[in-house]
């Protein structure tokens, strides 16, 4: 399956996204505004979590391919304009890695065992998301959510399922194949089995699904990270495969 993304416009997003996170940290009425999506944080937590994860992940890819990720700690300024300078640094010390690294480059991740390959270009494309969704959340917390740009948000339908569903670990419940439609022209099929998740390119109809969703990129998106519910999309078939996929760890 080929990225839809190239690496260079991955990190030109990265950029993009990382730049509107900042303005809006810049711009909040207040730090400790809670955010509702990620409960138990305020944007200062989410603002915390987004830049020390970035600058662990600049020490991912700059190690190469490793058995386990490097240590590292950094921990936010609570000061406003020193926080907004601290995560710009952040995030161009994962986009320096990046850059330094290229595309092929071999990294540790925690995905092993899913269809992303474990290399920089596929590190970076899955830092693209976290950054766009928790961008969102930062836009959720100030009352103005916007959806996910069409170019993160359609290579994100494809990169969730990669990435975070495809696995060789068992599926616990009966098989199930569930098929995933952006109405921008993407659709994904996942099939459930004893032998673990699979996601295809969805181009034709070889049979029917078990459930379906249909909605914008950026909704599945949004749904696929727990953002929206299932529910706010266009659902049909079965809705608790839905719910078994929202709750299963296939690590346990």
Request: aromatic letters at 8%.
């Amino acid at each position: 399956m080929q990225n839809a993304l190239k690496f260079p416009d991955v990190l030109r997003l990265i950029d993009e996204r990382a730049t509107a996170f900042g303005a809006l940290i810049a711009s909040a009425p207040s730090l400790d505004a809670p955010v509702p999506s990620c409960p138990g944080w305020t944007l200062f937590d989410l603002a915390q979590h987004l830049g020390a994860g970035r600058r662990k992940w600049a020490a991912v890819v700059a190690a190469g391919p490793a058995d386990a990720p490097p240590a590292v700690s950094s921990t936010a300024p609570r000061q406003r304009d020193d926080l907004v300078a601290w995560w710009a640094a952040s995030a161009q010390e994962l986009l320096s890695a990046l850059r330094e690294a290229g595309s092929d480059r071999g990294c540790w991740t925690w995905w092993a065992d899913s269809q992303s390959p474990e290399t920089s270009g596929a590190a970076a494309r899955h830092q693209l998301q976290e950054i766009a969704v928790h961008t969102y959340d930062a836009q959720l917390t100030l009352g103005a959510p916007q959806p996910l740009p069409d170019e993160v948000a359609l290579d994100g339908v494809e990169e969730f399922q990669l990435t975070c569903c495809s696995t060789t670990v068992a599926w616990p419940h009966e098989p199930a194949v569930v098929d995933y439609h952006a109405i921008e022209g993407i659709s994904l099929r996942l099939r459930l089995s004893a032998d673990g998740a699979r996601a295809i390119r969805w181009e034709a109809a070889d049979e029917e699904p078990d459930a379906s969703l249909r909605g914008t990129a950026s909704d599945l998106v949004l749904v696929f990270y727990g953002r929206i519910p299932p529910e706010a999309l266009e659902l049909k078939g079965d809705p608790r495969i839905f719910d078994q996929l929202a709750a299963w760890d296939p690590s346990v």
